[in-house]
């Protein structure tokens, strides 16, 4: 094989290699949450479309409870096309204790498979307000994004807002749900 057909195999695939590995930018979380505010109802205004949730056709809601050992139980709530209810309880925790509070993760599966790292799941804060009515929370890979709020509409303007935030923090909107509430 001459040097030239050598280079013309090599160069594409060490191309294809170089652009295969390359890892999205850390998500840019949240540095510091106040966990008694964060806690509540929060309305799903919001999300890219996910497995776990495509039963979901209305009123999704999440809420969040501090519990003693300084995690936090999660409880998602919706509605499905037959109007019957489906809900979800899970543990959320930070990823690292000294780490940011934005970096957590979060896991549904039974407290028997806890020990097993692919049981819990990126749940990742990179926008919450001052006044704590809106968040966007993800994960790492871009492939999940919620978008909830305290109430079950919020202004176009701050939607708009928050939507350009997650398209800039690296997140494809195509396909994005916009979750109905009231039905």
């Known amino acids: ?16 290699i170089a652009v295969s590995g390359v890892a999205k930018e850390p998500l ?38 501090r519990r003693e050992d ?11 096309e037959s109007g019957q209810v489906s809900q979800a309880e899970g543990i959320a925790r930070k990823v690292e204790p000294e780490g940011p509070d934005g970096a957590l993760e979060v896991r549904f599966a039974p407290k028997w498979l806890s020990l ?13 307000d001052e006044d704590y009515r809106h968040v966007l929370v993800g994960s ?26 997650a398209s800039r923090s690296g997140f494809d909107l195509d396909g994005l749900i916009m979750t109905e509430h009231g039905r």
Request: glycine share 2%; hydrophobic share 40%.
């Open 140 to 165: 790492e890979n871009r492939r999940y994004l919620w978008l909830l709020a305290r109430e079950p509409s919020i202004p176009e303007r701050v939607r708009e807002e928050l939507l350009h935030e």
């Open 116 to 128: 097993l790292p692919f049981v819990w799941g990126d749940y990742r804060v990179f926008a919450l």
């Open 70 to 80: 300084g995690r936090i139980r999660v409880t998602n709530r919706c509605l499905r």
């Open 28 to 65: 840019d979380v949240v540095d510091r949450i106040d966990f008694e505010r964060y806690q509540g109802l929060w309305y799903e205004i919001a999300r890219l479309p996910n497995r776990f949730q495509a039963q979901c056709s209305s009123d999704v809601t999440a809420h969040y409870a």
């Open 1 to 16: 094989m001459t040097l030239n057909a050598r280079r013309a195999i090599l160069l594409p695939t060490l191309a294809l």
